[in-house]
């Protein structure tokens, strides 16, 4: 039989999502929120905090490159690869600019003039 809450017939299997979905909410945002509780940046070695700023990067470099590299599943460097092809213009933006936004805003447009070119 069913459990009823607010007036709402739910089954085991709708609880059981409920429960994975507050669990998961539940970790998430303690993941986020101790770290800011507990360490004070005032309070942790230099070279941490250099390590630390690193991260952003590192994790950006993860979402991004295997999109960049791999096409299809396979090692793509040749010239035929246009996010390979877009992705080297897009940092030499980053770093003249110092903008996220700015290097992913042409990078965006690299491709779209790209694909519109037929490439």
């Given amino acids: 039989m069913p459990a009823r809450w607010l007036g709402v017939s739910m089954s085991e299997h709708e609880w059981y999502l409920i429960g994975c979905i507050a669990g998961t909410s539940l970790v998430t945002a303690l993941l986020r929120v101790l770290p800011m509780m507990f360490l004070e940046p005032d309070a942790m070695p230099r070279v941490v905090l250099d390590w630390l700023s690193f991260v952003p990067v590192a994790i950006m470099a993860a979402l991004v490159g295997t999109d960049i590299f791999f096409n299809q599943g396979v090692l793509d460097l040749s010239l035929n690869n246009l996010y390979l092809m877009a992705a080297v213009p897009s940092l030499l933006v980053a770093w003249w600019?110092?903008?996220?936004?700015?290097?992913?805003?042409?990078?965006?447009a690299f491709v779209a003039l790209a694909r519109f070119w037929g490439w």
């Avoid at 600019?97 to 965006?108: C, D, L, P, V």
């Fill in 97 to 108: 600019s110092k903008s996220f936004f700015g290097a992913i805003a042409f990078a965006m």
